[in-house]
């Protein structure tokens, strides 16, 4: 069975612009989280969504949105990119919102110039 | 709000011996879950232990062991028989077993070198 799968793996943007990262949970996942890993940090959550619906957001700005298909994968979107939002941003799924832990994926490294 | 901590930000062992990561955690909660996992260069992190806090009982993996302490807030990881395939970043992460979010409080995380 496939993983986690995670699209782009790396990308680079301009200050200002928008990104849209991708993720495929493991098939029969039906919740999805974000996470952005700052280089030598822990992941600092982002959004969970779980069938479709947003189920926890962290403290970030309103310039990170995300949302859930009906297949279950899920879109991270990031406007007015800043300097800081150079990461890896992770995406995990779980049959049941991590009671038994999450599946991760590889990230998409995401550099703003 | 809860938080954990990781004070030892890099451990290196020797091959075949026993290494000891620490981590501590700070919640008002009863009942939780926590977790180590491993980050490799790779960058997947991969799950290497779970614990529910209502067990006593401590959990193991193969070669993974964990000190749980619930009075103590302390969460410990030992690896037993070190291998070289164990270097990589270990990550401690809490997750509340009440509310709807599931979302993972990591710490700092413990870059581990293993030794030949």
């Known amino acids: 069975d496939a993983g986690v799968t995670q699209s782009p793996t790396h990308l680079i943007k301009t200050r200002g612009q928008q990104v849209t990262l991708r993720c495929s949970p493991i098939s029969g996942h039906k919740s999805v989280s974000w996470y952005q890993q700052v280089l030598g940090q822990g992941p600092q959550f982002i959004f969970q969504?779980?069938?479709?619906?947003?189920?926890g957001r962290g403290n970030f700005p309103d310039r990170f949105s995300a949302r859930q298909f009906p297949n279950y994968s899920s879109e991270l979107n990031v406007n007015a990119l800043l300097l800081g939002d150079s990461a890896l941003y992770l995406c995990?799924?779980?049959?049941?919102?991590?009671?038994?832990?999450?599946?991760f994926g590889s990230g998409t490294r995401l550099t703003v110039v | 709000a809860q938080t954990v901590t990781q004070s030892q930000p890099e451990m290196s062992v020797q091959e075949a011996e026993t290494v000891t990561l620490s981590c501590t955690y700070d919640t008002s909660e009863s009942d939780y879950y926590l977790f180590w996992y491993k980050q490799p260069p790779s960058r997947q992190m991969i799950l290497v232990i779970r614990?529910?806090?209502?067990?006593?009982q401590n959990a193991t993996e193969n070669r993974f062991s964990v000190n749980f302490q619930k009075a103590a807030k302390s969460f410990s990881l030992k690896i037993s028989d070190s291998q070289l395939g164990d270097a990589a970043m270990y990550f401690c992460?809490?997750?509340?077993?009440?509310?709807?979010?599931?979302?993972?409080?990591f710490g700092q995380g413990t870059t581990l070198q293993v030794k030949p």
């Open positions: 614990q529910e806090a209502y067990k006593q």
């Open positions: 969504y779980y069938e479709k619906e947003e189920r």
């Open positions: 992460a809490y997750r509340s077993a009440t509310g709807n979010t599931g979302k993972l409080i």
């Open positions: 995990a799924s779980s049959l049941v919102g991590g009671l038994y832990g999450y599946t």
